[in-house]
């Protein structure tokens, strides 16, 4: 059997027990295999990151024949998500966008720190793995890292960092793939439509802004190439996360 799990968005100690729960019950279930589709963290924390891999190796699922675990785009990120605390307000105003080469360090820190648990759990995209049962794990990488995180349009601002990608490069491996058993496609991003965050400001800045836009989908076009690789390979099945929703097509 296996089990999914994605945008978890841990951010402390309560968050850590909840999710030990969560892992209570897959365990429970005598689950095959687990698979994390990213955003595990709300934002880059290292020491985190470490306590939500003792909870899996507490219930005997830090193995790569139990888990794959893939990164979001939280899981790299200085900000965080929807703020608890005044605190959280003022991170994810001021620190919403960090430099491409800052995240490409994290991506290499967030897949070293998971490597020195257990090897074959996670590793940088693209990567394919087969469990015992035969069924065959891919994995490629929809997280961009961009260098304009920001679109102004008259009195409209839009946020790009939440909008997925495809890589060229990733989609000609999976069309690629060849091998026996079925194959499940594991990315981060929603490879359909859906509605984008929006925010309309209520102080002194809706004076200079009328709305501020989050774009939450990969564009229409790279999805498509997306589903024609992913046909290509014979998927079976596609999980992701990343719009906190539900959806099967």
């Avoid at 951010?11 to 689950?31: H, P, T, W």
């Avoid at 899996?56 to 939280?74: C, F, S, V």
């Avoid at 994810?92 to 490409?104: E, H, K, Q, T």
Wanted: charge should be positive; glycine fraction near 6%.
């Amino acid at each position: 059997m296996l089990f999914h799990l994605s945008d978890l968005h841990l951010r402390d100690a309560q968050d850590l027990a909840i999710f030990g729960r969560q892992l209570d019950s897959i365990a429970a279930r005598s689950a095959e295999h687990l698979a994390i589709t990213g955003d595990l963290l709300d934002r880059w924390d290292e020491e985190l990151l470490e306590g939500a891999l003792d909870a899996l190796e507490a219930r005997g699922l830090l193995d790569p024949q139990r888990l794959t675990i893939l990164h979001g785009n939280h899981d790299l990120a200085s900000s965080g998500g929807h703020p608890r605390r005044s605190a959280d307000l003022w991170r994810l105003a001021l620190r919403f966008w960090d430099p491409p080469p800052l995240i490409r360090l994290r991506r290499r820190r967030f897949y070293a720190a998971i490597g020195r648990r257990a090897e074959g759990i996670a590793s940088p995209a693209p990567f394919v793995k087969t469990l015992p049962s035969g069924l065959r794990l891919a994995v490629i990488d929809t997280v961009p890292i961009p260098w304009r995180p920001l679109r102004v349009k008259g009195d409209i601002l839009t946020v790009n960092h939440a909008i997925g990608c495809v890589r060229p490069a990733e989609l000609a491996w999976l069309k690629e793939l060849s091998g026996d058993g079925p194959l499940v496609l594991l990315v981060h991003h929603y490879p359909l439509d859906a509605p984008e965050f929006r925010w309309t400001p209520r102080s002194r800045l809706r004076y200079f802004l009328s709305e501020v836009r989050v774009p939450m989908i990969i564009p229409a076009e790279a999805r498509e190439q997306l589903w024609a690789a992913a046909a290509v390979a014979g998927t079976r099945l596609v999980l992701c996360g990343h719009v906190h929703r539900a959806r099967l097509e």
